[in-house]
């Protein structure tokens, strides 16, 4: 079978596009999108109508029409045009109206509660930070998938390795074997020396197997995050291996390599946008609770013509009214503004924490990488000297200068250093996506 590598960016690539929590989130982005519609919905015009009609013994008791349409305006002033049209036998007086109906104009506005801030205007201000607040949040939760993909992806290519390492070892056991087995057929080595060379033999083998076991396993974890359109998931064959040249290019990947070599900036990070923006939510509701310390005023007025007159108008035909209510304690509205208040102050003591929390882990962070940068370079330099060790001894036993014993032991050190070094490596790739999950630039 022939090998093909599923690169790292390759695989995030199938992720950012086809994972279904990665899709949700834009899904949530558009919900955000139908609320901010709803609320604007509050300043659509109105169409009312209301009419009634009474008949008994062959008599029209009353029949009335009231119709009107609605324009809301953003500072709670409110346009309205009106048609009424009346008449019966049994007509409440105040319900006349000439034979044609009457028509009216007029305006209604709030001079104290509802004028610069109301309900309406307050629902369409926090629906407009929510777009923005969705969006820090689908990018939260888009690099909260991405960072547990990477983790996946990192453990594949960890057992992956660790099983290609197991192999080699196994097979250079069974060769040694058979080697050390055609020298006892020839007189010169001990019987003894097979049963040892059995046992690595063994050895080699059970890791081998357990090693194998690992790898399947990682490979069904990383299966949970491939999939394609249409939500249909994905299976890793055993042609697809992990990306050889990992190392060198999974800082350019993540875009941990630039935020390695300058300073960072937390201006546009999607958690404190978030906060910010659910900050700017609760100034809005501190807002309209101060505006209900005012009293309630309500000045409307409405100029009213005969269809027929409907040009010619008359400053003596109008309608006024006037509303007025004040609380005199103002127990609740203060205690809803102290509430609102304190909520507020809470979200800035959190956003300022925060601010404080993600510099110093995006600090200790870029510590942790580039020590593991030192650690790996160590870890390789041990390897190498490991295998300096076997081949020496390898060279020796040769000559009849050492033992089996001793192959084994430096064989043993250098499994141990190469596993040592896979580990690293891991935690080096694992360091950087953690990086990247702080940062939390998915895009």
Do not use: C
């Not at 996946?152 to 197991?166: D, G, P, V």
């Not at 006892?184 to 020396?193: F, Y």
């Amino acid at each position: 079978t022939i090998s093909k590598e599923l690169t790292y960016n390759e695989f995030l690539g199938y992720v950012k596009k086809y994972h279904p929590l990665v899709k949700s989130a834009n899904l949530e982005l558009s919900e955000a999108q139908a609320n901010l519609m709803m609320a604007r919905g509050g300043f659509d015009p109105k169409i009312e109508v209301d009419f009634s009609q009474k008949q008994f013994k062959d008599k029209e008791y009353y029949s009335i029409l009231n119709s009107s349409f609605k324009i809301p305006t953003w500072y709670g002033i409110e346009l309205k045009a009106g048609f009424d049209n009346n008449e019966g036998v049994y007509l409440n007086p105040e319900n006349t109206t000439p034979n044609a109906g009457l028509t009216s104009f007029g305006i209604s506005v709030p001079l104290g509660q509802g004028l610069f801030i109301n309900q309406r205007m307050a629902d369409v201000r926090k629906a407009k930070i929510q777009v923005k607040l969705s969006e820090s949040e689908r990018k939260l939760q888009a690099v909260s998938v991405l960072y547990d993909a990477s983790l996946a992806y990192f453990n594949w290519k960890k057992t992956f390795e660790e099983m290609k390492l197991y192999e080699t070892y196994s097979s250079n056991a069974e060769v040694r074997l058979e080697g050390i087995k055609s020298l006892i057929t020839q007189g010169d080595k001990p019987a003894i020396d097979s049963i040892e060379a059995g046992i690595i033999v063994k050895n080699r083998t059970l890791s081998l197997e357990d090693s194998k076991l690992k790898l399947a396993k990682a490979k069904l974890e990383l299966s949970n995050f491939m999939w394609l359109d249409n939500n249909i998931p994905l299976e890793i064959s055993d042609e697809l291996v992990p990306e050889t040249a990992l190392e060198s290019t999974l800082q350019e990947t993540l875009k941990t390599n630039d935020l390695l070599q300058s300073d960072f900036s937390l201006e546009t990070h999607p958690k404190l946008n978030a906060l910010q923006n659910k900050i700017d939510m609760l100034t809005v509701d501190k807002q309209l609770k101060q505006n209900m310390l005012l009293p309630k005023i309500n000045v409307g007025y409405s100029y009213l013509s005969e269809p027929s007159y409907i040009d010619n108008y008359r400053f003596e035909d109008y309608k006024i009214g006037l509303d007025f209510a004040f609380p005199l304690f103002l127990r609740k509205e203060r205690g809803s503004l102290k509430l609102a208040k304190y909520k507020l102050q809470e979200s800035e003591f959190i956003l300022a924490l925060e601010k404080t929390q993600l510099s110093n882990k995006i600090s200790a962070q870029k510590l942790e990488i580039n020590s593991l940068i030192k650690q790996k370079k160590l870890a390789k330099d041990l390897v190498e000297n490991n295998l300096t060790m076997l081949n020496s001894e390898e060279r020796l036993f040769s000559f009849g200068e050492s033992s089996l014993f001793l192959i084994n032991t430096r064989e043993n050190n250098l499994v141990s250093a190469k596993l040592a070094s896979i580990a690293l490596e891991n935690r080096f790739y694992i360091s950087n996506s953690e990086l990247f999950k702080i940062m939390a630039n998915p895009d």
